[in-house]
């Protein structure tokens, strides 16, 4: 478990599942992450994939729960990036939680974990470039505009950030 301020983070388990369906069947959070979908079974196998990348060192999962009632809040990875090189950074969290400073305080910590705990030395985070939002955020907790690609039918901002000395 790792704890914020207001927040724990549990490695995501086989009991997360319905928490976790709520964000991959909502469209505003998968607004800009390929679309929300209500199809069990893609639900199901995209749960079971997750699950089992969780046996590599610098990937994990990350159930987001409020630590004042243990409300599920959202989920927050660490996983291999698609040129096989960086580890890459992502979130999702319910809107209930949006603007409150939530995803920037789990990202932080996650962001310190990863350097402190794990060793590494850089992080990337990709959002389409259309999610100011996402951006700012990034942003917000010292990632650096890298460059822009076009994936996913959309336009992506690539942020990078390094481990201090």
């Known amino acids: 478990m790792i704890e914020t301020n207001r927040c724990r983070l549990f490695?995501?388990?086989?009991?997360?599942?319905d928490e976790l369906k709520k964000l991959y069947t909502n469209?505003?959070?998968?607004?800009?992450?390929?679309?929300?979908?209500?199809?069990?079974?893609?639900?199901?196998?995209k749960f079971e994939e997750i699950l089992g990348n969780s046996s590599n060192t610098y990937v994990n999962y990350w159930v987001i729960r409020l630590i004042?009632?243990?409300?599920?809040?959202?989920?927050?990875?660490?996983?291999?990036?698609?040129?096989?090189?960086?580890?890459e950074v992502s979130y999702q969290f319910?809107?209930?939680?949006?603007g409150s400073g939530y995803a920037t305080e789990v990202l932080k910590t996650i962001i310190d974990y990863?350097?402190?705990?794990?060793?590494l030395l850089r992080l990337v985070?990709?959002?389409?470039t259309a999610n100011i939002s996402?951006?700012?955020?990034l942003e917000r907790v010292g990632m650096i505009l890298e460059s822009n690609l076009y994936r996913f039918n959309a336009k992506q901002s690539l942020y990078s950030i390094e481990r201090k000395i």
């Open 114 to 119: 990863s350097f402190k705990e794990l060793g």
């Open 94 to 98: 319910l809107p209930e939680w949006w």
């Open 125 to 128: 985070a990709e959002t389409q």
């Open 68 to 87: 004042a009632n243990n409300e599920f809040m959202g989920l927050v990875t660490l996983d291999n990036y698609h040129d096989g090189k960086n580890i």
């Open 134 to 137: 996402s951006c700012r955020l």
């Open 11 to 17: 490695k995501l388990q086989d009991s997360d599942y």
């Open 27 to 45: 469209h505003q959070v998968r607004k800009y992450l390929g679309g929300a979908t209500d199809d069990e079974i893609l639900l199901r196998n």
